[in-house]
Every structure is written in structure tokens, then in C-alpha cells.
């Protein structure tokens, strides 16, 4: 097919919490409970999560013809039931940070990862933070390349953080100079034509990683 992989991310709603769980089962060991993201979305006004849409060759607005700006809610595709992807954060004093992020495994290795990991860094620099952090598994691999990718490093091991006995290891980023803006704009770039390279065609290809 001959049309670029166009991709609609908009806010998270309370409705699209049984597909994002449907997501989250399929993606940890150690999910999240439906109470956890009503509470994020209901109750912590310095939330912010996004679900990422099935790209359509019927949606008019390409990752690739927008890199220059974030993706605010645009409008396209509303069916929860195309939800393929989620992420979100939490704003804390001066830094924000990533609780959780996921692509649905029949769409992974496409680059939604990137987009999803680039949409909630740029939308964390428009509130003005200076650092950006996360946790992630010590087994998981293919997220800590990414992560690295967009310039986080190791800051610390937390003990048994998730439920089944694992370890958390932080990462974090300065986000704050000017360098860093003129690294997340190459990846913007760089990403826009990666998508704009794929097609609904490629996708099913699973590499078998989280994200």
C-alpha cells in the first residue's frame, strides 16, 4: 500500500480503561488494576496520559506532516476499540515522571514506542519541568535502549518494586538545556520519517518487546 502510516494520539478517557488493560495484561508481568488508571484519570489532576489510535489510511493528518509541533488531541479516530497503545505521566515538583507505557504486541516494531516516549517528553517540556524519570525492569532490555535512546541514564536500583519481587532500576533525564531540545528535535525528525516509511501493511510483525 502506498499511504504513509498516519497516527492519532489523544488524552486518555475513563472508557478506554478496559482496552488498556486488555493491553496492559499482555504487556507485564505485574499489570496494573482498572482502579489505578480511574484513579490517574479522575483524581490526580497532575496526570497526564494519551492513547495511541490504529493508524487508517482514512486518517488526514501523518506523524510525518506534524513533526514540528506535539500532537495535541487531534481529532480522528474516537473508538476505543482502535486503541493499540497508552503512556502516561505525573508531574512532580520541577520533573515528571513515566508511569507507564505500552504498545499492543501485533503493533510493535513499528516505532509507536518512540512516539508514544516522544509525545509525553514534549508534552512534559511544555509544563516547563527540568528533568524527566521512569522505572524499568533490569530483564527489559529492549525499553532501556529506547530510553537510552532519548537520553536517560541509570540513577538508582529500587528493591523489590514490583509485585512479583523484580527490581526497578530509575532512569533519568535532564531535559532543560538547550542541547537537550536540539537532541529531541533530531529524534522528532528522524521518527517523523520512519513512520512515514511504514505502512498498515508491515504491521503485525512482532519483535516481541514491550514497547
Not at 472508557?15 to 499482555?26: F, Q, W, Y
Amino acid at each position: 500500500m502506498d499511504h504513509p502510516l498516519s497516527c492519532t494520539i489523544r488524552p486518555m478517557e475513563p472508557r478506554d480503561v478496559p482496552t488498556v488493560i486488555a493491553i496492559e495484561r499482555l504487556s507485564f508481568p505485574t499489570p496494573w488494576l482498572p482502579s489505578s488508571f480511574l484513579y490517574e484519570l479522575n483524581h490526580n489532576p497532575r496526570s497526564f496520559y494519551y492513547v495511541l489510535l490504529k493508524p487508517s489510511q482514512d486518517t488526514t493528518v501523518s506523524f510525518g506532516r506534524r513533526c514540528s509541533r506535539w500532537l495535541r488531541g487531534v481529532v480522528g479516530l474516537t473508538d476505543e476499540n482502535w486503541i493499540i497503545g497508552y503512556t502516561g505521566f505525573r508531574l512532580q515538583p520541577a520533573e515528571a515522571h513515566i508511569s507507564t507505557i505500552a504498545v499492543h504486541p501485533d503493533w510493535r516494531g513499528q516505532g509507536l514506542g518512540d512516539l508514544l516516549l516522544l509525545t509525553v517528553m514534549e508534552r512534559a517540556l511544555e509544563l516547563g519541568v527540568s528533568s524527566v524519570t521512569l522505572e524499568v525492569r533490569p530483564s527489559n532490555r529492549v525499553a532501556q535502549q529506547l530510553y537510552r535512546k532519548y537520553g536517560f541514564r541509570f540513577r538508582g536500583v529500587h528493591r523489590g518494586y514490583y509485585r512479583d519481587g523484580e527490581d526497578a532500576w530509575l532512569m533519568g533525564v535532564e531535559v532543560s538545556q538547550r542541547t537537550y531540545r536540539m537532541r529531541l528535535a533530531e529524534l522528532r525528525q528522524a521518527l517523523a520519517v520512519c513512520l512515514d516509511c511504514c505502512h498498515p501493511a508491515d504491521v503485525g510483525q512482532n519483535d516481541g518487546d514491550t514497547l
